[in-house]
């Protein structure tokens, strides 16, 4: 098993553009997450979903948005990049209130 | 969600039990608590979840109260490889984790 995959691992963005992160698990866990964590700062939610086509906010949406179309998939989109976004970015599934399981995150640098 | 409380730093020998004491006074009913070991560049990873009392596995033990307003992580006999960030999370139905500071926990030789 795979567990949880993020792509890419590592990006720069200047300032305005947009990207997609990716993330997809292959543990059929219903409930998918996704935290940034600034350097040296503990992990801040941003999105999450209970199953396919179900997105709440977490602490910090703004600036972020989502979507689950299906089980395996939950892609965060950044819109208008700005250097408060530059961060670490971690996706992680769960099948409840067990653990969680982390992907190896995405550097993200906008400059 | 119960917010959570954990000291930011402790040191340790190397071969010393470590407890690491986390406050959760909002804690509601329906709430677990887990705890979370993360190294460097890489996400958490799960260390032990629990309700009441205590719950052991093969790598730590959690000591919860009756009155589960905290919650504290034992390490037994801690090594160089237990450097590491913990989190203390209060849990509850998979829908939202949020993670405090965490405390940074530095083992010398």
């Known amino acids: 098993n795979a567990g949880v995959t993020q792509t890419p691992k590592f990006r720069i963005l200047k300032i305005g553009q947009s990207m997609t992160l990716q993330c997809t698990q292959d543990?059929?866990?219903?409930?998918m997450y996704w935290y940034r964590q600034d350097p040296g700062m503990g992990l801040k939610l941003i999105y999450y979903?209970?199953?396919?086509?179900?997105?709440d906010k977490g602490e910090v949406p703004n600036g972020y948005n989502v979507s689950r179309s299906t089980t395996e998939d939950f892609p965060l989109r950044l819109e208008l990049a700005a250097p408060s976004q530059t961060s670490v970015y971690f996706c992680?599934?769960?099948?409840?209130?067990?653990?969680?399981?982390f992907g190896e995150g995405s550097r993200l640098t906008v400059l | 969600l119960a917010k959570t409380t954990q000291p930011i730093s402790m040191d340790s020998y190397e071969g010393q039990e470590v407890n690491i004491t986390c406050s959760h006074n909002?804690?509601?009913?329906?709430?677990?608590i887990t705890w979370y070991q993360q190294f460097p560049s890489q996400g958490p990873r799960f260390i032990i979840q629990?309700?009441?009392t205590k719950v052991t596995n093969e790598v730590a033990s959690l000591f919860i109260p009756a009155d589960r307003k905290s919650s504290t992580l034992s390490l037994p006999r801690v090594s160089l490889s237990d450097t590491a960030v913990y989190y203390c999370?209060?849990?509850?139905?998979?829908?939202?984790?949020?993670f405090g500071t965490g405390t940074s926990l530095t083992v010398i030789p």
């Open positions: 543990m059929n866990h219903n409930y």
């Open positions: 909002n804690i509601a009913t329906n709430d677990y």
């Open positions: 979903s209970v199953g396919a086509g179900i997105t």
């Open positions: 999370l209060v849990s509850r139905d998979g829908n939202q984790f949020y």
């Open positions: 992680a599934s769960s099948y409840g209130i067990g653990e969680l399981f």
């Open positions: 629990g309700y009441k």
